[in-house]
């Protein structure tokens, strides 16, 4: 029994260690990168604000297409591919607000955010796509 206690207590401080690396900063995330390209932090970093500026430009482009025309029906593929792209950019859309209002940005948003952020590019190229 002994035996077991020295292997769980050796087991958590690791753990314990492990945590407190990765949670100051100072470890990269598993596979040496971040996102789906693993980039450096930096490099990620831009890439995550180009994609957040695309998918407001395109929000901002079908707002003014949408408020021009009264018949909708012909925009239906478009509302419904920007639609996707608000629901896979919530994370990034999210990050961005609790950041611009000085709030801090948890773990789990900053890893939300690193896993789609690929995704909510594709979905506003898809927008881009459709505005063309």
Request: glycine share 6%; hydrophobic share 40%.
């Amino acid at each position: 029994m002994a035996k077991w206690n020295k292997i769980l207590v050796n087991f958590h401080g690791g753990m314990l260690i492990f945590m407190a690396i990765t949670l100051s900063g100072c470890a990269t995330p598993f596979g040496g990168g971040y996102g789906a390209n693993r980039q450096s932090k930096e490099e990620f970093a831009r890439y995550v604000e180009d994609v957040f500026r695309l998918q407001n430009s395109m929000t901002s482009e079908v707002m003014m297409l949408t408020e021009s025309e009264n018949d909708l029906q012909n925009h239906v593929t478009l509302i419904k591919a920007e639609q996707h792209m608000h629901k896979i950019c919530a994370p990034l859309d999210e990050y961005a607000s609790r950041d611009s209002d000085g709030l801090s940005v948890g773990l789990l948003l900053s890893h939300n955010v690193e896993k789609s952020a690929v995704d909510c590019e594709r979905a506003a190229r898809q927008v881009e796509s459709l505005l063309k």
